[in-house]
């Protein structure tokens, strides 16, 4: 039986970077995937190639609606959706090999099978040809990530009822896509589909679409693909049930008034969150605990109940990011090795890739009302700047919230062109706890989007924005 140091189970941004750095500590690594493909969900049926079908997406909507204005004439350009998802196929391919790469050069062993606890120092691994192999390891680290949620009396048939992951290999554009859920990956998926044609219908329970944002993002974004991409959203809205038939699909939900109501389209994504995965890991042998949520309880060093195991990324409490994960994975390896590292998860950033995009880091409005705390509030337009003129990308805007007395930026919200690149600077900012008054003192280079950023703290500061 081979004897490891550290044993990283799931090899999704968690997983293996936490492998990778455990790996560059001097550390003898194992790390254990399921699937034949390394990446996880993000790299392979989440974050890249949804990335990757929405650059194709938003180069035909452009090609379609603004490239007249711009002076290119072209004829009447046609969706090729099997292309679009061949070359999706390719990035993820490309991403995949790249993480192969580095576990080679790392020098870690890739065990690939299911992976369950027989004892805390013990694993077994079932592979898919039905054989068996048992490692021994000093340490291990669930990285095992989540996978797509549903809700009572939808059954998801995987052809007309579909998850993300379906999505994501369609063969033809709905005519009319109906989403369960204004989140983050439902929107962005209606957004694929809306800007290659389809009709696309939002029904969320909540007042407003991506819920757990600054109001201001929210009532902006809806307004944005309204306008742009034609969507309808029906808020406040209880889905009931589903029905799936060969060529068409009926969703039934409840108004506000709690009037009964239909949908009627040819595909229903159902994109109501995601849970942990945790089953068949043989946590009950070891006595590893979960809370009501199905994640596995951690202290603050990640640290679970049963000595030499930890837990990072989506089967922990947090936000369910690739990034928040790989800066546990990071932060678990240095701390495995006596180091020191922190985490402030007041500052890891979210971001939606819609067209505009949206990007926040630290408190909303709502959350420093809540708190009682007195802030100001500095926003620019991006209709204002020049360089989102020269774009037409003036939909949108940067807004910054200050604590009243100090001036610390407390919190950044951007709704505009290129925003999820543009949120570092606000993140570098408050890892250091800048002031507004610091970001507005420092040159920004013209024309670009990132001075938005820059009037935003004018404007925090004493409402002295130069351009509005």
Known sequence: M??????????????????????????????????ASLGGTCLNVGCIPSKALLDSSEHYFNAVHHFEEHGIDVKAPKVNIKQMIERKRGVVKMTVAGIDFLMKKNKITVLTGHASFVTKNTIEIL???????????????????????SLPGIEIDKKRVITSTEALEMT????????????????????????????????????????????????????????????????????????????????????????????????CLVSVGRKPYTENLGLDKIGLKLDNRGRIETDEHLKTNIEGIYAIGDVVKGAMLAHKAEEEGVYLAEQMAGQKPHINY??????????????????????????????????????????????MDTDGFVKVLADEVTDEILGVHMIGPRTADMIAEAV?????????????????????????????????????????
């Open 428 to 468: 570098v900012a408050m890892e250091y706890r800048a002031s507004a008054e610091d970001i507005s003192r420092m040159s920004h280079a013209h024309p670009t989007f990132t001075e938005s950023m820059k009037e935003a703290c004018l404007d925090a500061t004493a409402k002295r924005a130069l351009h509005i």
């Open 2 to 35: 081979e004897k490891f140091d550290v044993a990283v189970i799931g090899a999704g941004p968690g997983g293996y970077v936490a492998a990778i750095r455990c790996a560059q500590l001097g550390m003898k690594v194992a790390l254990i995937e399921k699937y």
């Open 346 to 391: 007041n500052l890891i950033p979210g971001v939606v890739y819609t067209w505009p995009e949206v990007a926040a880091v630290g408190f909303t409005e709502e959350q420093l009302k809540e708190q009682g705390k007195k802030y100001k509030v500095g926003s620019f337009p991006f209709k204002a700047s020049g360089r989102a003129r020269a774009s």
């Open 172 to 267: 033809e554009v709905p005519k009319h896509l109906i989403i369960i859920g204004g989140g983050v990956i439902g929107l962005e998926l209606g957004s694929v589909y809306g800007r290659l044609g389809a009709k696309v219908t939002v029904v969320e329970f909540m007042d407003r679409i991506i819920p757990g944002m600054d109001g201001g993002l929210s009532k902006e974004l809806q307004r944005v693909l309204k306008k742009n991409l034609g969507f309808e959203f029906l808020l406040k809205h209880k889905v009931t049930g589903v029905k799936g038939s060969a060529k068409e699909v009926t969703v039934s939900a409840l108004n506000a008034k709690d009037e009964k109501i239909e949908i009627k389209g040819d595909y």
């Open 127 to 149: 592979k898919a040809d039905g054989t068996k192999e048992q490692i021994e390891s000093l340490k291990s680290i669930i990285a095992t990530g989540s996978k797509p949620s």
